[in-house]
């Protein structure tokens, strides 16, 4: 069945920087875009970014641009957020999620990696 | 970006009622509209893609319908385990935005 299973997270200070990976089984990671997606209290979903299957097509959301990089090693079937100059409403629930079909929607998730960023 | 909003925010029901959620979008984005479900201390589920494609293994008491700006998520008749918060999601364009929740409650 398909499993994605983030890590990385942890308490960081503002301006630090954090690596978030998302290692996938289940299913044929080099065919398949994915997504990260986090969750505040405060800003419900928020959308990231986006990475083709090949790496090739990249998109992010404005408050990340610049900030966090997305990646993917097809070899090791995992899924990457880098993510540099963090801030307090970085803080969030960060969770990978698997495309669907053409970069749409979201059809398996997994359980999510806590990113608090505090002095 | 496009906006979306969700009504009501939270809804009271029963078991077996027939409850109906509504998703506004701030522009025109076709038939490309998800939900999701998601329950405390999960990851959201897809329940409806395309405004209106039951996603694989979801029960058929969930429907989805609409296009343009005005969505809807249909639950027929409420089943315990539907209890949850619901988010609808554009696919229009980047970024992709979600509705900021409705929360399904018992009455």
């Known amino acids: 069945q398909v499993q994605l299973v983030e890590s990385g997270g942890g308490v960081v200070q503002p301006g630090r920087s954090l690596r978030l990976s998302c290692a996938a089984s289940?299913?044929?990671?080099?065919?398949?875009?994915m997504h990260w997606v986090r969750q505040s209290p405060g800003k419900g979903l928020e959308w990231l970014a986006f990475i083709w299957h090949d790496g090739n097509n990249i998109y992010y959301a404005d408050s990340v641009k610049g900030r966090f990089t997305i990646s993917r090693d097809n070899s090791k079937n995992t899924l990457y957020l880098q993510m540099n100059s963090l801030r307090a409403e970085d803080t969030a629930m960060y969770y990978c999620?698997?495309?669907?079909?053409?970069?749409?929607?979201?059809?398996?998730w997994g359980r999510g990696t806590p990113v608090t960023v505090s002095s | 970006d496009i906006q979306m909003t969700q009504s009501p925010s939270s809804v009271f029901a029963s078991v077996g009622d027939r409850v109906t959620i509504t998703c506004r979008a701030s522009?025109?984005?076709?038939?490309?509209l998800a939900w999701y479900q998601q329950k405390p201390g999960k990851a959201p589920n897809l329940l409806i893609y395309?405004?209106?494609s039951l996603q694989s293994g979801v029960p058929s008491r969930f429907s989805g319908s609409g296009s343009g700006r005005d969505f809807t998520l249909t639950i027929s008749s409420l089943q315990p385990e539907d209890f949850a918060t619901y988010f609808c999601?554009?696919?229009?364009?980047?970024?992709?935005?979600f509705g900021q929740g409705t929360k399904l409650e018992i009455k």
């Open positions: 999601q554009q696919a229009n364009s980047f970024p992709r935005t």
């Open positions: 999620a698997r495309d669907l079909g053409k970069g749409r929607y979201f059809d398996y």
């Open positions: 289940g299913f044929t990671f080099s065919t398949f875009a």
């Open positions: 522009q025109g984005i076709g038939s490309l």
């Open positions: 395309s405004a209106s």
